[in-house]
């Protein structure tokens, strides 16, 4: 391989690596039913089920029960009981781990060249290798549906999203990474209409 095509080739990796560190890892949806009459709504219920043995999932409960209850009252809904509440939001939460194999290129070394057409009969070039890399990764979801419990039930509205996990310095580090996840999901969700 000549200095220029490894040069080119190092220039692509490099603004391939940037472009991808710039990306984000979450994928989103949201869909509604577009006949439901979203002005007969005034009170809400938090829902979700219980989650058994797993104090992660469980203290990130507790905060979102408080997130989704802020981002409602800031769109206009009574946060109620379920016995009082015209329709219910019902969040699940999981955490998906993996592992995902690569190959990468790699320099391995460099080597004294003795003759090239474009740099002379001397220098130096890059031995390039590939290797086979293993990288482990943790996704959470949420998913959310709104429902109406006087319609059988009907889902007349929901969400998701999926996000790699993060470690965070702090506990208010944590707190605004999942209320700015809320304020996504929750983003197609119509104020109350009064």
């Known amino acids: 391989m000549t200095r220029r ?15 991808l560190a710039g990306c ?7 869909r509604s ?5 979203f002005s007969k709504l005034s009170k809400v219920a938090i829902l979700h089920p219980d989650i058994v043995n797993d104090p992660l999932l469980t203290g990130a ?8 209850a802020e981002e409602m009252r800031k769109k206009g809904y009574e946060v109620t009981d379920k016995a009082h509440a015209d329709f219910y939001i019902v969040y699940h939460l999981g955490v998906n781990n993996g592992r995902q194999l690569s190959n990468e290129d790699r320099i391995i070394g460099i080597v004294p060249t003795y003759f090239s057409p474009y740099y002379g009969h001397y220098g130096y070039s890059y ?3 590939q290797s086979l890399q293993s990288h482990t990764f943790s996704e959470g979801k949420i998913i959310v ?4 419990p006087h319609q059988d039930d009907l889902v007349f509205w929901n969400a998701k ?11 208010k580090e944590r707190e605004d990474f999942l209320r700015r996840v809320v304020e996504k999901v929750f983003a197609t969700f119509p104020n109350r209409q009064k």
Do not use: C, P, W
Not at 24 to 30: A, G, I, K
């Open 5 to 19: 095509t490894l040069f080119q080739t190092l220039l692509a990796a490099i603004a391939a690596l940037t472009l």
């Open 24 to 30: 984000s890892s979450h994928s989103y949806e949201s």
């Open 33 to 37: 039913d577009e006949h439901y009459d």
């Open 61 to 68: 409960q507790r905060i979102f029960d408080r997130l989704i």
């Open 127 to 129: 031995m390039v290798g």
């Open 145 to 148: 549906e709104a429902i109406d």
């Open 161 to 171: 999203m999926t996000d790699s996990l993060k470690r965070y310095k702090n506990e």
